[in-house]
């Protein structure tokens, strides 16, 4: 089993920053790919940023420019870096990762969620 745990979300004023981190644990031989996701009210998820194994990355037109993913891939880590957040950004930030487990079959997990909220 393989469990990914967000952190780092909450209030934060229009133009300030926040940084999310994600951090797998379990059953983990390989993580292809990690990356956030985001669901505001009303809206479809959509993907915020991704990077895999080989560091490209793939951004959201909405984010670029202003965020920044990274990740240690010894600790099965990813962080987001939001700068310029703007009030289009409060959603809740999955993390997301297509895992490959110990027995080499490849399955992709979901974290809980993290509420980021940007308001004055």
């Known amino acids: 089993q393989v469990q990914l745990v967000e952190s780092g979300g909450g209030l934060v004023q229009p133009g300030g920053s926040l940084r999310l981190s994600c951090a797998a644990s379990?059953?983990?031989?390989?993580?292809?790919?990690m990356g956030w996701y985001r669901r505001a009210p009303g809206k479809e998820r959509e993907l915020v940023a991704g990077?895999?194994?080989?560091?490209?990355?793939n951004y959201a037109d909405s984010v670029k420019d202003r965020f920044t993913i990274s990740r240690d891939s010894a600790e099965n880590t990813v962080y987001l870096q939001m700068n310029s957040l703007k009030p289009e950004d409060t959603a809740v930030y999955y993390c997301n990762a297509l895992v490959v487990i110990t027995s080499r079959y490849e399955f992709e997990y979901w974290g809980q969620g993290t509420q980021v909220t940007v308001s004055s």
């Open positions: 990077v895999n194994s080989g560091g490209t990355t």
């Open positions: 379990g059953s983990i031989r390989r993580i292809n790919v």
